[in-house]
């Protein structure tokens, strides 16, 4: 396996890689570039048990998309949702940069975190239990969705883009991601929501439009959060991830 898949798949999920302890110079950011690809697969198995019931019990559709939610946050250590509530909490705060900061860096979850993430995953469950299709629709449009709020992350790490801290993971990758990485895998991400589309029979405008909202909006979103905190951090990547696989999801699903 690929070294910095191999840090990625170790970083980002449970799945037990073997990999050195210690980060090394440029493993950071290799995990961050190959977040697409580990989400794409992350979510993609994910929704396997949804696709199962789909099948079998197309009433139970919701039951599905719960437990396919669920599975999707087992498989990433729910990592990046504690990034969102931190984030959450962090900018609802109102508080100067550095007092919101330390409130990111608190281990309980306030307010403000609850109310996301209640609405997120509810977000979330609503949508895949929504959307129309055969048995492997949750399969594709998870996957789709899952890497589409992954590409967002890497968009925060281009090189305009600076770290709100001196140390943590986004002091390690922040400003490291080229331009042309980024258009990559932008466009890596549109046509695998296209090829997704044609294979699932789903007009692609369908899935397209949507990831592309949902990656302006994760824009805008990294633009607010690098204003009041002065940079990106790891809680703010995982805010991202979530944002934009959950704008994808509704947008989807609004077909």
């Known amino acids: 396996m690929n070294s910095w898949l191999a840090r990625s798949v170790s970083m980002f999920t449970i799945v037990p890689v073997r990999v050195p302890v210690d980060l090394q110079p440029g493993d950071g950011l290799g995990a961050l570039l190959w977040l697409p690809a580990v989400g794409a697969f992350a979510g993609a198995a994910a929704a396997l048990p949804a696709s199962a019931i789909r099948a079998w019990a ?34 609802g705060s109102g508080a100067p940069a550095a007092r919101a900061l330390e409130i990111m860096r608190q281990s309980d979850i306030g307010p403000f975190g609850v109310v996301v993430l209640i609405f997120v995953l509810g977000a979330d469950v609503a949508a895949l239990g929504s959307g129309q299709g055969g048995p492997w629709t949750p399969v594709g449009v998870l996957a789709v969705a899952a890497a589409t709020g992954r590409v967002a992350a890497v968009h925060a790490a281009v090189r305009s883009v600076p770290s709100a801290r001196g140390s943590g993971f986004g002091s390690i990758v922040a400003g490291r991601v080229s331009v042309a990485a980024a258009v990559g895998w932008t466009v890596g991400v549109l046509g695998l929501g296209a090829a997704v589309a044609v294979g699932l029979s789903i007009p692609v405008g369908w899935v397209l439009v949507p990831q ?29 991830i979530e944002a934009g696989t959950t704008v994808t999801l509704i947008g989807v699903a609004l077909r």
């Open 58 to 91: 197309p009433h139970a559709d919701l039951l599905g998309a719960v437990l396919a939610v669920a599975a999707l946050a087992l498989l990433t250590r729910c990592l990046h949702l504690d990034g969102l509530a931190d984030t959450a909490d962090g900018l």
């Open 212 to 240: 592309a909202v949902a990656l302006a909006a994760a824009s805008l979103f990294r633009m607010h959060a690098v204003r009041r905190l002065g940079g990106v951090t790891g809680d703010v990547f995982g805010a991202l």
